[in-house]
């Protein structure tokens, strides 16, 4: 089934997020099964730019604007168990957050809720260091 994923874009100097759509299997019932899955198609979309990039002429390279040495080509790609441990963790912390067609995911067995077309958001959330300043000052 076809899950559009919205991802922030930078092309042509605009921050927008724009959906990408990606294949997930229809037997995704949880929260757990989405991060799992996600995981994978990020895996497999490294070792692609990768294996890419370690085959494209530097010519080539120069003409998309983005030349690469050696990032990709020397690093070893994640566990992905590991990878899934760690997503599944910063989820549970509340360092990433997840919503499935507007509606936010509260836990790992949460029923996900996928189905053919779904919008899917993960956002990185990230504390503010200076609020506890902020707040004092305010005060």
């Known amino acids: ?25 229809p037997d995704i ?3 757990e099964d989405l991060i799992r899955e996600t995981v994978g198609i ?16 530097l010519e080539e390279q120069a003409a998309s604007g983005k030349v690469v ?17 760690n997503a599944a963790e910063a989820f549970r912390d509340g360092t990433v957050a ?16 996928l189905r053919e077309g779904s919008q899917v958001v993960f956002v990185k959330l990230t504390p503010l260091s200076a609020s506890c300043m902020l707040l004092d000052w305010m005060c």
Do not use: W
Not at 69 to 85: C, F, I, T
Not at 98 to 113: H, N, P, R, S, W
């Open 1 to 25: 089934m076809k899950v559009h994923i919205l991802v922030k874009s930078i092309a042509a100097g605009r921050n927008k997020i724009m959906p990408k759509a990606y294949d997930y299997p």
């Open 29 to 31: 019932q949880n929260v």
């Open 42 to 57: 990020c895996l497999h979309e490294f070792e692609e730019r990768r294996n890419g990039v370690r085959n494209m002429p």
């Open 69 to 85: 040495y050696g990032m990709y080509s020397e690093r070893k790609p994640p566990d992905r168990e590991e990878a899934v441990k």
């Open 98 to 113: 997840i919503f499935v067609d507007g509606k936010k995911m509260e836990t790992l067995t949460q029923e996900a809720g």
